[in-house]
């Protein structure tokens, strides 16, 4: 059986990247992204993180950085997650998509940031669903 490796321990192996490979822009956004997330309990996903557990090069230039985040202990308030979307996309010239995850639930903070609908769709292991509270709703497991 495979070994399970969580997004913060795929993020700590970075130091390690091939060095060409770390030149590359995604992986340069991901490590300009990393001081503006600090005090958060975070890790990588998709590519980036696939590329760094396995070493096979799955990341692209224009790859994303996909941001796994485990959902704080106080809800961010719409206005601070802007905030911090906004700060990722100028400060650190990346789109970031980050999941707020809670055991087997989880929901896209940009979704949440834009505030377009009074509904928001969380990511459940049954299906998705629409909750007008993504954080209290995540913290029903």
């Known amino acids: 059986m495979a070994e399970a490796i969580t997004p913060q321990e795929a993020l700590s192996l970075l130091p ?14 991901l490590k300009s992204v990393r001081p503006l997330l ?43 997650a802007q905030e911090l979307i906004w700060q990722l996309q100028e400060l650190a010239g990346a789109h970031a998509d980050i999941q707020v995850v809670h055991g087997q639930n989880g929901f896209s903070l940009e979704e949440y940031a ?23 709703f995540v913290g029903e497991n």
Request: aromatic residues 6%.
């Open 38 to 80: 600090e005090g958060y309990d975070w890790g990588v996903g998709g590519s980036l993180q696939f590329e760094l557990v396995t070493g096979l090069k799955m990341a692209r230039a224009e790859s994303d950085v996909d941001v796994i985040m485990t959902r704080p202990d106080r809800p961010m308030s719409v206005v601070s």
């Open 16 to 29: 390690q990247l091939d060095a060409a490979r770390a030149q590359l822009p995604a992986f340069q956004k």
């Open 114 to 136: 834009q505030h377009r609908d009074r509904r928001i769709m969380i990511k459940t292991a049954s299906g998705p669903q629409l909750t007008a509270d993504p954080w209290h």
